[in-house]
């Protein structure tokens, strides 16, 4: 079956080190990923899209990869801070059917 | 630009009632979809218009349906509302004509039945 999965436990990580989130996937194959964030009772917000033929992006504190023979993601945010803790989600982009395949985010803790 | 707005904010509706949600996308974007978010759950895809007709639904009941305007503005109705119905609903509006859709969401409405 395709399913995709993401830390289901929130992570909880020490402020000024690095955050690293999972996303994992079978059964699909993406021509994009994206990550987004999203606050406690908002909507999500767009933070970074990566291409099936790139391996890493990065944006300011943020780094995304991309492994498409491990159907995997990963998500990095350096010298993370307090204000970065938030649910963070990924979404395949099949670019064929107008339709992002969602996982269930994982919850970021960032302590002081 | 103004962002993606959602009307009402807050719902409280009761069983067997049914209601309509209002988005009003960023000027320009064609593309709107409409998600269901319940607590533990990623976003489950309802539908997704494009010019006023709908390219994709996704696998909900028929009590859900959509449509969008000529102004590209959408609604979803809910006809018979469930206790299972309760949830935050999402629209995102973009581009999307062809590559990558990024999606710009709106704040949501929170629905609860009671």
């Known amino acids: 079956s395709q399913k995709i999965e993401q830390n289901s436990e929130a992570l909880n990580i020490q402020e000024g080190k690095t955050a690293t989130l999972t996303c994992n996937y079978t059964n699909y194959s993406p021509a994009y990923l994206q990550w987004y964030r999203q606050d406690p009772g908002r909507g999500p917000v767009f933070l970074l899209l990566?291409?099936?033929n790139e391996k890493e992006k990065r944006k300011e504190r943020l780094k995304v990869t991309f492994d498409t023979t491990l159907k995997q993601s990963l998500f990095h945010i350096t010298a993370s801070q307090p204000a970065d803790s938030a649910t963070y989600l990924c979404a395949l982009d099949m670019d064929s059917n107008y339709q992002l395949i969602w996982g269930a985010g994982t919850k970021l803790i960032i302590k002081p | 630009k103004a962002g993606v707005t959602q009307t009402p904010r807050y719902l409280i509706k009761t069983r067997g009632q049914q209601v309509t949600l209002s988005c009003s996308p960023i000027?320009?974007?064609?593309?709107v979809s409409w998600y269901q978010q319940t607590p533990g759950q990623g976003l489950q895809f309802l539908f997704e218009y494009f010019s006023e007709t709908q390219r994709n639904k996704g696998n909900f009941p028929g009590r859900f349906s959509g449509r969008q305007f000529s102004n590209s503005r959408s609604e979803m109705n809910v006809s018979t509302l469930e206790l299972g119905d309760s949830a935050l609903y999402l629209c995102?509006?973009?581009?999307?004509?062809?590559?990558?859709?990024?999606?710009?969401f709106g704040p949501g409405t929170r629905l609860t039945v009671l």
């Open positions: 000027s320009g974007h064609r593309s």
């Open positions: 995102a509006s973009s581009f999307r004509l062809a590559g990558a859709d990024t999606q710009y």
């Open positions: 990566i291409r099936e």
